[in-house]
Structures are given as C-alpha cells and as structure tokens.
C-alpha cells in the first residue's frame, strides 16, 4: 500500500505547477534542485529564463583578496582571450539573475535531443546531438538555440560568454542546414566543440628508456603463448642506433577551463636520473629535453659493474635452452660468437635452437631441429640431419642437415643437401647438391649433384650417381623464367586478338572502299559549288575516316605487341644460352651407373647419357648438330 501511495504522490508533483521564482546565484543546477525540493517537483518539470549575467573579476595583492569588480560586456570579450588568465591570482565568476517556471508551453526543441559535455579538465565543452534527434525550422531559431545551450551549459555549472568562440559557427551550421531541410533529423551521433578554455601543458615526469633492451624477444610465439627459449641472452646493436634515452623532468604550463578554474601544473616528479657509466663505445648526446645515449660501433651491449659498453666477440659453451636460449643477434651487428662445446657426444647448438649472428664458430655438434643463420659460419663438428644452416661463407666438417650460402666448404657430406653458388666438398657419400659450380674431391654413391655451369669430380670411387645441368636450377631463375613464361603466353594471346582485329577492319575498308571515294568526291563537289551537303553523306565520311584512324592505331598497336614478343623470346631463349657452356668434368675413371643430364627450356628437352664404366672420357658437354637440330651429349677435349 505504500508503494502505490508514493507512485500517487509522484504523479501530483509532476502535475503541479508552481508560481515563478526569481533568484540570483552563481550555480544554477543547484538553485533548480532547491526550488523543486521545496516545492515538491520533480526539476524535470522545471525550466528557467537568464534574465542577466554578470561576470566579476578579482586580482589578489600580498596574500589578500581584493575587491570583485564587474566586467562589462565588452570587457568580458577582451578577457576571455587575454593573457590576464595565465595570471594565478586572477579570479573569475558570474552571477546569473534567473527567473524559474514550470515548464507549460510546448518546446520547439522538445525532439532535438542534445547534451552538454565537456573533457576531463572542463577545457573543451561539446554539443552532443543524439541519433534520432529531429528538429524543425522557425524563425527566430537562431537566438532560441544560443539560449538552449547556454541553459544547457548553466546547468553543467560551466560559464557562458567566455569561452564560446565556437560557438557561433556552431549554431550557424545548424541553423543553415535546417533552413534548407526544414525538418532536419539525424541519423548519427554529433560531436561539436562549442566552448574552448585554455588548455594547459601537461607536467613531464622524468623517465628513462632502455631501447636497446626492448630488442629482446618478447619470449611469445604466435599463440602468445610464453616461449623461454627466447630469452635474449644477448642484446646487439648498429652504429648510431639509440641504446638510451632519459627523458628530463619539465613543468607543465597552467590553463584555465571553462568554469574560470585556474589549473596549476604539477611538480615534475624525478625518479630515474642516470646513475651509470659508459665507455667510449657509446656517445652521450646532450639536449634540452632528453639525453641520448648512441652506439659508436656495431657489436652488443654489455651492463656490468653499473657500465654499459659493448662489445664484438663473445665466448660460451653451449647455446642451449638450458644456458643461453636461443640468440638473435641480427646478420648487420658486428658480433662473433665462438662455442666451445667440443665433445662429440654433445651439442654445441642445442636441440630446436635458434641462432643469427654475424659470425660464429662452432668446435662441436650443431643439434637437431636448429636453425642458424651468420654471413660467416664454421662448424668443426656435424649438422643434425633435421638441422638448418645459411650463411654466405660457410665450412662443415661433416654435414647430414641442410646448408645454403655463397661459397659452402664441406669436408664429407653424408645424406644431406646443399645450395650454393660455389660448392666445395672433400668428401661426398649420399646427398644432394645444387649450386653453380660444383667441385668434388672423392665422390662416393647415390648423390645427385645440379649445376648450372660446372660439375668437377677429382676422384670416383662409388656409382649410382646423378650429374645434371639445369640452366634454370636456382630458385630465383625458376621464379624469374616462369615468371617469363606467362608474359610470353599473355603477348601471343594480345597477337592473335590484334591479328583477328585487323583482318576485320581490313576487310570492312576494302568492300567499303568504292563508295568512299565516291561519296568524297560528292563532298567535294558540294563544297565547290556551295550547296549545303546532306548530313548522312557527312555522318557515313566521318564513319569510314574513324574506320581508317582505328585501323591505323590497330597497326601500330599489333608492331608494338610483337617487338614486345620477340624481346620476351629472346630473355625465354637466354636462360639456357650458357648451356652449352656448362662442363661435367671427371678426372677419374667411370666406375659403375652414373647419368648425366643437361635439361634444355626451348625445347623443354632432357638429354642424358651414361658414361662407358672404366672409360676415361673427362669432359661432357652439350651438342646441337646444325643440320638435324638434334641435341646430344659428347665428350670434348679442352
């Protein structure tokens, strides 16, 4: 019974209407809620009229307040951008004279659903136009509008005529584009600034930030998941490359905002000065805000004893999970690394490791699915045959993983498979090796070896053995010929359709051709004696002549199409025009079944022989006979 005693009770006060009061004060939102609360309204039922505004200031001497001195309405607009409001004893207020009613008339903006709003620090004010919110046109609306914020404004206790600049651009673009819509209704939410205070300059507390040790891994894989393997065991760095930078402690600027509150910057706080030394490897570099600490040299960076320096060369015993994890370093950091582990029965590159480093030495055993990457890399010990090795000069004792790089020395090759340019192995027995030159000093059995120009085996020893010369062998020569192959197919594909073209506009021209010359020479006869001429004869001249025009620009089209097909043949041609070049070469015996292959592109040919066994025929080259066109492979004395 209560409840539906208070919901009655509810339903009055909404009802009632109370007498107008006028009242001077300087919060409105707060009068609003007293009047309501003494009368027994609800405030939304309540509205108000600015009757008068006065805007006072005041500037305190020695400690105490002086008198408050109203400003007129000229000399409100020359404070509000003056510099008076950095000033921090200046002080502002506005009294405002109101008259409060219950609301009884319909409002024209009753369907124009706006807020007020402003930042955190009162600095900028926003209008808010919510989705939905309709408005129409009526005269007057201009001023009606200003008086709708403003109240709006009073109501979030912000002052108005101060700071509203904005606003009058504002209140113009919405009052236009109403005018021409009559009603307007908007779809999406708008955000317009309408008052702006001065905005102060935040305080800057000092910092400082270790760049060099953000380069190490963040120990996540794809799955964000933490990986400790990579644990950034060492930190490398390039010439000039910014390792520290403090940032200095600097006061804020004061502002005013748009209650007319003064807003004091805070004390910078200073925690993180630097309190370390360097060595002459890395240079302190001065400025008005910052300090800067740069690399002089490329290498990695060490902090020992409260210094930092860096350095080229490193020695460790192992890299593994349980010591180092794994180590980038980066292939352009001057860094070398040289691991010790030498024991047969161990790895030097522990298992699933991840190294890349401009140098490194290996005295023993590189692990089973690691990867290590280096412009330089040596490796006393064996590659895991699950193992990965790039480097541009590189050397492996003994090899069973995968190896890649520029000059690759092996000293006995088990199973495993190498890319290089030129490859160098003392010992081969089972494996596979691609490169572009190839020099062997023992050949054992089953290795399948792919040149582009050269083959060289010192000594046979073993059979079963693969010799191919493949012009296009190399990854970026298969790309880059396919890659031509398309083009060769999309120009002849142009060819036909221009050719196809052509023939039609031809056989149009030639069966139109009498009537051309006849219906030129009635042209000209009307124009020699002045009479105007028909304006089909005109209509079908200019038909043939656009006829004529397109025929000639097809011409020139389809020339340009197949000089751009014979410059395409010429490169497909140019993959192989090295092949017959390219030497298998033998200095011993044939011993058992060994092929040798040369591939050609054009035509897409293999031609392949199997030496004679004990026959001591050297040199193998590619022959074409001039009169057949028949390829072979022979013998041939150099």
């Known amino acids: 019974m209560a409840l539906f005693g208070k919901k009655k009770k509810s339903e009055e006060a909404v009802a009632k209407v109370i007498r107008s009061v006028v009242v001077r004060t300087e919060n409105v939102a707060k009068e609003l809620m007293s009047v309501a609360a003494g009368n027994d309204v609800d405030v939304a039922t309540l509205d108000f009229n600015i009757l008068d505004v006065q805007t006072k200031t005041r500037v305190g001497a020695e400690g105490k307040d002086s008198e408050w001195e109203e400003l007129s309405s000229d000399e409100v607009a020359q404070i509000s951008d003056g510099n008076m409001m950095l000033n921090p004893v200046f002080e502002i207020k506005q009294l405002y004279e109101i008259e409060i009613f219950t609301i009884t008339e319909p409002d024209p903006f009753s369907s124009f659903n706006i807020a007020v709003g402003a930042n955190a620090a009162l600095t900028k004010v926003y209008l808010t136009i919510r989705p939905g919110s309709k408005v129409t046109y009526f005269e007057g609306m201009e001023a009606s509008l200003v008086k709708l914020i403003n109240k709006k404004k009073l109501r979030a206790n912000l002052m108005i005529s101060l700071f509203d600049e904005p606003m009058k651009a504002v209140v113009e673009g919405l009052v236009a584009r109403t005018r021409v819509s009559k009603t307007m209704t908007f779809d999406e939410k708008e955000m317009l600034l309408i008052a702006q205070g001065i905005e102060p300059v935040m305080t800057i507390n000092d910092a400082l930030i270790l760049h060099y040790d953000k380069k190490q891994s963040s120990g996540k894989d794809t799955q964000d998941r933490v990986d400790y393997s990579k644990r950034g065991y060492l930190v490398s760095t390039v010439e000039n490359e910014l390792l520290i930078e403090y940032v200095k402690p600097k006061l804020g600027e004061a502002g005013r905002n748009c209650r007319g509150e003064y807003l004091v910057p805070a004390e910078p706080i200073v925690e993180h000065a630097p309190d370390f030394s360097i060595s002459d490897k890395i240079e302190k570099i001065e400025a008005d805000d910052k300090v800067e600490y740069r690399a002089k040299q490329s290498g990695y960076v060490t902090f020992e004893g409260n210094s930092y320096d860096i350095n080229t060369e490193m020695e460790v015993s192992e890299i593994s999970f349980k010591t180092t994890g794994s180590i980038e370093s980066g292939l352009d950091a001057d860094v070398a690394i040289n691991v010790k582990e030498a024991d047969v029965f161990k790895d030097a590159i522990g298992m699933g490791m991840d190294v890349e ?45 995968m190896a890649r790089g520029k000059n690759v020395h092996i000293t006995r090759l088990e199973h495993g498979t190498v890319e290089g340019e030129v490859v160098t192995v003392a010992q081969a027995i089972g494996g596979k090796i691609f490169a572009k030159e190839v020099h062997i000093e023992i050949l054992g059995s089953h290795v399948t070896i792919t040149a582009t120009e050269k083959i060289e085996v010192q000594q046979l020893k073993g059979s079963e053995n693969n010799f191919i010369i493949d012009p296009v062998m190399m990854m970026g020569n298969q790309e880059e010929l396919a890659e031509n192959e398309e083009k060769v197919k999309e120009a002849k594909r142009h060819i036909i359709e221009l050719e196809k073209e052509v023939e039609k506009y031809t056989e149009l021209i030639e069966s139109n051709e009498a009537a051309f010359i006849d219906l030129k020479k009635r042209l000209i006869h009307y124009k020699k ?25 097809l011409n020139e089209e389809l020339t340009q199409k197949n000089e751009y097909f014979k410059m395409l043949t010429v490169k497909h041609h140019a993959f192989q025009s090295n092949i017959f070049d390219a030497r298998v070469v033998c200095h011993d015996r044939w011993r058992g079944h060994n092929t040798i292959v ?29 009169e057949s066109g028949e390829f072979s492979i022979v013998s041939v004395q150099e």
């Open 598 to 626: 040369f591939k050609l592109i054009e035509p897409e040919l293999e031609v392949m022989i199997v030496p004679m066994e004990n026959t001591h025929e050297e040199v193998f080259a590619l022959y074409e006979d001039e």
């Open 357 to 401: 480093v401009n140098e490194i030495n290996i005295d023993g055993n590189v692990g089973s699915s690691s990867k290590l990457r280096a412009n330089k890399a040596t490796i006393e010990g064996q590659v895991h045959q699950s193992a990965e090795v790039v480097a541009d000069e590189l050397k492996i004792n003994i090899h069973k993983g």
């Open 529 to 553: 004696n002045g009479v105007q001429m028909p304006s089909s004869f005109v209509k079908k001249y200019k038909q043939f002549q656009q006829m004529q025009t397109h025929m000639t620009k």
